[in-house]
């Protein structure tokens, strides 16, 4: 019901969760008791699916936040066509876009291409210097405020109009109250 409904932030988030759990997965079985380097090339996407990963989460999120707020403000009700699809394009930008330019940035800020762990498998190296922090560390914390930001407001306009909310609600059949409700509780 998340494709029917158009709500991309949550299919970016599954998808997202779900790469990176089955990357981790993939990583704990080929190095299990051993930090030889099986799979040099693996370890080169996996490094680069976890730095994805890291911010692709966040970016999901603030997918998710920015969709139940303009549903909780009424300020835009897609019934077009053409309003599905640049919310959908917002959207990418924001979940692909921020995750892939990421990925390209930490090779500005990596030592070397990767280190194995034992048991954990292949793991990013970032240097600890100065433009690592605008280019690699600040990211989820800064897409992460937006999001809570964006949290925030759609509280108060939750709040504020409840009884335009139900009758919106009511007239959107693919959004129901339990629906939102539990959009609301993961974002």
Known sequence: WHLQAWNSGTCLYMIWTALGCLNLF???IIWHSNFVDWAPIWCDISSRVIVGVSVAIPAASLC???R????????TVTLTYAHKKRAIMVDLAIGLGIPILQMALQFIVQGHRYDIWEDIGCYLTTVNTPPAYPLSFVWPTVIGLVSAVYCIL????FMRRRAQFS???SSNASLTVNR???L????
Request: proline content about 0%; hydrophobic content about 50%.
């Open 26 to 28: 993939i990583n704990s």
């Open 167 to 169: 009758q919106f609600l």
């Open 180 to 182: 939102y409700m539990r």
């Open 64 to 66: 998710i936040n920015r």
């Open 184 to 187: 609301m509780i993961l974002a």
């Open 154 to 157: 759609t509280l108060r306009a």
């Open 68 to 75: 139940l707020y303009k549903i909780a403000s009424c300020q």
